[in-house]
């Protein structure tokens, strides 16, 4: 049996909410770190999802035997390939516009609105590495749309649905999104 709660490494309020819930449809706590360990300040990030998830993960399972979860995320943009990536958070933090209103903005009269999301999570249990991908490509919507979660899905246009991730439920989105299908697949692993 797994030992619970597993720690994120992470102090991204948004971010534990969204894979809190996704591990809770397996039956699995999830908490932020520190609540079981001090505050530390994570090495800088490099140019790989997988690689900075795993640091992530060391890092903070330097001070617990409780299992760690690391994670990296980004965005790519088929108008834009070399920007964004694993540089995501840092190039959205740098913009003086909301990260929505900036992918809005820099998509204005551009027909290609492909974009694609990574999701990599490392989980780091005893002395082994459990590692997940999930990925989601798909369209970005002209315009926000949906309440039933934020950031991104609101933008996260699906055209077989017709919806964003934000107008879809929990559990629906669960089976779409980055983070969802990166969780399902770490969850097979255990």
């Given at each position: 049996m797994l030992e619970q709660p597993i720690l994120l490494a992470s102090q991204n309020a948004g971010k534990l909410a969204e894979l809190r819930a996704l591990f809770a449809q397996s039956g699995l706590a999830l908490e932020r770190y520190t609540s079981k360990v001090t505050p530390i300040t994570f090495?800088?990030?490099?140019n790989d999802y997988g690689q900075n998830a795993t640091n992530k993960a060391l890092q903070v399972a330097e001070f617990t035997s409780l299992p760690v979860l690391g994670d990296d995320s980004g965005i790519e943009l088929a108008a834009f390939p070399d920007e964004f990536g694993v540089h995501t958070?840092?190039?959205?933090?740098?913009?003086?516009?909301?990260a929505n209103k900036y992918l809005l903005s820099r998509l204005q009269g551009i027909s290609n609105r492909q974009i694609t999301l990574h999701s990599y999570?490392?989980?780091?249990?005893?002395s082994q590495l459990i590692q997940a991908h999930g990925q989601l490509t798909a369209q970005v919507a002209l315009q926000e749309q949906g309440t039933?979660?934020?950031?991104?899905?609101?933008?996260?246009?699906?055209?077989?649905?017709?919806?964003?991730l934000a107008q879809l439920s929990a559990t629906v989105r669960s089976q779409y999104s980055h983070r969802g299908r990166a969780v399902a697949e770490l969850v097979r692993q255990l």
């Open positions: 090495s800088a990030e490099g958070a840092r190039t959205l933090a740098q913009q003086l516009l909301p999570l490392v989980l780091r249990l005893g039933l979660s934020g950031g991104f899905d609101r933008l996260v246009y699906l055209p077989q649905l017709g919806k964003t």
